[in-house]
């Protein structure tokens, strides 16, 4: 089974492969913005890990409800209500269940882009492309994932 160190690793190279896919299209992205995408690209790719006891649950949990906290404060509660209800699925799904499945992980970039450009409306597009890169780098955990899984059967 991959380790974090090899979902890291595939999640830089899928952050190489989309980033030059959005260069290749003539899609503009600002290079000072490389940075925060590598980053999410890279969180994506050990996001679906959350559903284990480690420290990436941990500080998914701590981040959720400081988040939920300030959402509470700031805005619409509802909002702070899905963040937390989105908060707990780690502590009520098992190891490799909805947190590695594709459908669940470009659902969970869409609502949270979604509910950041309501925060934010004039950021949208960047918002949306912090969403892509989220999203390609948990596939490429769950693609390594379901190829470990292959190779460790023969």
């Not at 595939?10 to 600002?30: P, Q, T």
């Not at 906290?69 to 799904?93: K, N, Q």
């Amino acid at each position: 089974m991959p380790n974090h160190k090899t979902h890291l690793f595939g999640g830089f190279l899928v952050f190489l492969i989309a980033l030059f896919s959005c260069i290749s299209a003539a899609f503009f992205i600002d290079p000072l913005i490389f940075p925060s995408l590598l980053g999410i690209c890279l969180l994506g790719a050990l996001f679906p890990d959350i559903d284990t006891t480690s420290k990436i649950r941990y500080l998914w949990l701590v981040t959720t409800l400081f988040g939920a906290c300030i959402c509470w404060w700031l805005f619409p509660p509802g909002l702070a209500g899905l963040l937390l209800s989105v908060g707990v699925i780690p502590l009520l799904v098992p190891h490799r269940g909805i947190t590695h499945q594709i459908w669940f992980l470009a659902c969970m970039a869409i609502a949270t882009g979604y509910g950041v450009t309501l925060l934010i409306p004039a950021q949208t597009d960047l918002i949306m492309l912090h969403g892509v890169f989220f999203f390609v780098g948990a596939a490429s955990h769950v693609l390594l994932d379901r190829l470990g899984s292959r190779f460790k059967r023969r």
